[in-house]
């Protein structure tokens, strides 16, 4: 009676995260069998109990009772330390290793400590793995890191209920949307007070129903979309957690700047300083980012770029993580885990060679991937596939809910909700992902090498104007002050940043308030949607540029502004509360908007890359 009582407090303490508090735990085990109120009341006591008879246990802080392992693991063979031996595969698959599951309690070397501690031979490998994560492992340089393969169970997401859309409706407690079917599938004609079904996703039963799903945060579309291509739940969950750590995101952005030489923001730049363009940090308890160090961000960037790895065992601290890139955690989903990297190549910005390139792949059977094409292929020895991988990356970055394209004769359309990729008129569904491309060390150095020739793409140059130069500024200039100090600006990578948005477009030279703390920081970085002042942000979020100097001196402390030649392209009025161009109900794409559409004077700009900064200008 006293081991069943000892193992049913072990399995207690695995349950609660391995502590809970002494009256908690032995209450809660009272109440499955009433005989082990005798036994401890026997011993003196649940501490007593505890300091006498668990030799797994023990008393924490607060009178909690803990977890306590006292013998060290270890996965080398044949090496005679006297640790818990496990195979070299252990803990990442228990469930499909013969020896994991059978022979580690047959393992001579595990004898004496089966003997010491009898307690074990009740547990089975699941059990007993979630007991050694209270453990550490014996380290040795010769220990091997595996990379494992792992594929996560796919839950269906709910669909609409069939018996709410028929004429009796539907009577009892249901697990299914209560929507209007065609309302769902995006075709009903009926307004939503004239239907006679619910449009409303935000109902109490239909937020019960997402709630089912682990509380998954979507909003209403997202929703119908999943609905409608059957999306899994996983899937959904898993790209949720990518999308914490997107690399276009400023929080995980890697300054190029930095890895050329010398960023000019200095302490004050937005984006990571670090000499690597890609680097790995995971969360501690404390809720803090740390870095691994150099060989192991190494490895893992290594096996991130590779699709067919899912898993990584990586050692920290003495012990060895194992990582889940599908879902970015660690330590079966205890930690998390971030990739920073510079910006992508077809983001927003364009930075260069030592931008961060992407490649799209889909599944074919289990972990079977194929790489989506860099372009159009014509189908003489391969299928006909009308979506190359870098339309893929740009329709994700710039937030699109799904891509349609044809292989050969058939329709198909990418969903980057779920990172999957279905055929119409069909339930067959396929996983995508989005890798990075792999670069070397000295392949990212080579790059910057020679960054002071003038052909150079990273070549900056900041130098007192000409007279023709000069010229021009007063030109552009409404009012009749003379400037005291003119700068002109050249860059070659802001120049071909800004030839790809040029084309046969109209450009107007405006004014914005220099902000930035040295010349260097505007000829290396442009100007920045979070360039622009708070005030001065009337008519959007975005970078307000005028066409008036006056206008811009009101905002700038320094009395200081940066002419720039600016690709205005179709405009509408701004809001303030405007994130990017509205579109017009029929449909048309506006560049910017403008305060006033008859006589603008003022131009709101989201897309820094129609913006280039040309003369510093100083009053």
């Given amino acids: 009676m006293s081991e069943e009582l000892q193992l049913d407090l072990l399995l207690s303490l695995l349950d609660q995260s391995g502590s809970q508090h002494v009256l908690q735990l032995f209450n809660r085990v009272y109440r499955q069998n009433k005989q082990y109120f005798k036994i401890v009341a026997g011993a003196g006591g649940p501490l007593l109990f505890i300091e006498d008879h668990c030799s797994l246990m023990e008393r924490g802080k607060d009178n909690k009772i803990v977890i306590s392992v006292p013998f060290m693991v270890c996965r080398d063979q044949d090496c005679k330390c006297g640790a818990f031996h496990v195979c070299t595969h252990w803990p990442s698959k228990i469930s499909t290793c013969k020896s994991c599951r059978e022979d580690i309690s047959k393992n001579p070397d595990n004898t004496t400590i089966y003997n010491k501690y009898p307690l074990l031979h009740k547990l089975s490998p699941i059990l007993l793995k979630r007991l050694l994560k209270y453990t550490k492992f014996i380290i040795r340089p010769e220990t091997p890191i595996l990379f494992e393969k792992c594929t996560p169970d796919q839950l269906r997401f709910p669909q609409v209920c069939e018996y709410y859309n028929s004429d009796t409706g539907c009577l009892g407690p249901c ?38 799903c682990g509380g998954i945060p979507m909003d209403s579309n997202s929703i119908l979309q999943v609905i409608n291509s059957q999306t899994s739940v996983t899937a959904i969950a898993l790209n949720m957690l990518q999308n914490d750590t997107k690399i276009h995101d400023h929080d995980t952005e890697i300054c190029v700047w930095n890895l050329v030489g010398a960023c000019g923001k200095g302490a004050a730049c937005p984006f990571h300083h670090i000499n690597l363009p890609f680097w790995w940090q995971y969360m501690t308890e404390e809720g803090r980012w740390e870095s691994w160090d150099r060989d192991s961000v190494l490895i893992l960037e290594k096996a991130y770029c590779n699709p067919v790895i ?9 012990c060895i993580a194992i990582i889940d890139f599908p879902t970015m955690t660690m330590m079966d989903g205890e930690f998390r885990i971030r990739r920073m990297s510079t910006g992508p190549v077809h983001g927003k910005r364009h930075l260069g060679s030592l931008a961060t390139a992407y490649h799209w792949h889909w599944e074919e059977t289990d972990n079977v991937w194929h790489e989506f094409p860099s372009c159009v292929t014509q189908g003489k020895h391969t299928p006909q596939l009308e979506l190359p991988s870098h339309v893929i990356e740009t329709a994700y970055l710039n937030g699109n809910e799904k891509q349609h394209f044809k292989i050969s004769d058939s329709d198909f359309v990418l969903l980057f909700g779920g990172m999957q990729m279905k055929e119409d008129n069909c339930r067959n569904i396929r996983k995508i992902c989005r890798r990075p491309i792999h670069r070397s060390v000295p392949r990212c150095a080579g790059v910057v090498a020679g960054k002071e020739d003038p052909s150079h793409e990273y070549y900056t140059c900041v130098r007192e104007a000409t007279k023709d130069e000069w010229d021009f500024v007063t030109s552009c200039l409404k009012s009749d002050e003379t400037p005291k100090e003119v700068h002109t600006i050249n860059s070659n990578l802001l120049d071909a940043q800004f030839s790809k948005r040029l084309k046969d477009n109209k450009t107007m030279h405006l004014f914005h308030p220099a902000v930035a703390e040295s010349l260097t920081d505007i000829a290396q970085h442009g100007l920045l949607l979070s360039d622009t002042p708070p005030a001065m942000k009337k008519y959007g979020t975005g970078l307000h540029l005028a066409r008036n100097e006056e206008y811009a001196l009101h905002f700038s402390k320094s009395r200081e502004l940066v002419l720039c030649e600016v690709v205005i392209g179709e405009y509408c009025r701004g809001k303030p509360d405007d994130t990017k161009p509205p579109v017009s109900q029929f449909g048309k794409n506006f560049q910017c908007c403008v305060n006033n559409v008859a006589d603008p004077d003022v131009f709101v700009l989201y897309d820094v890359m129609c913006v280039k900064p040309k003369f510093w200008i100083s009053f």
């Fill in 175 to 212: 697990l299914f949307f209560h929507l209007c079917k065609k309302f769902a599938a995006g075709n009903c004609k009926n307004a939503d007070s004239a239907c006679s079904h619910s449009h409303d996703m935000e109902s109490v039963h239909n937020r019960k129903i997402v709630a089912t």
């Fill in 310 to 318: 899912r898993t990584v065992e990586i050692k920290i601290h003495g």
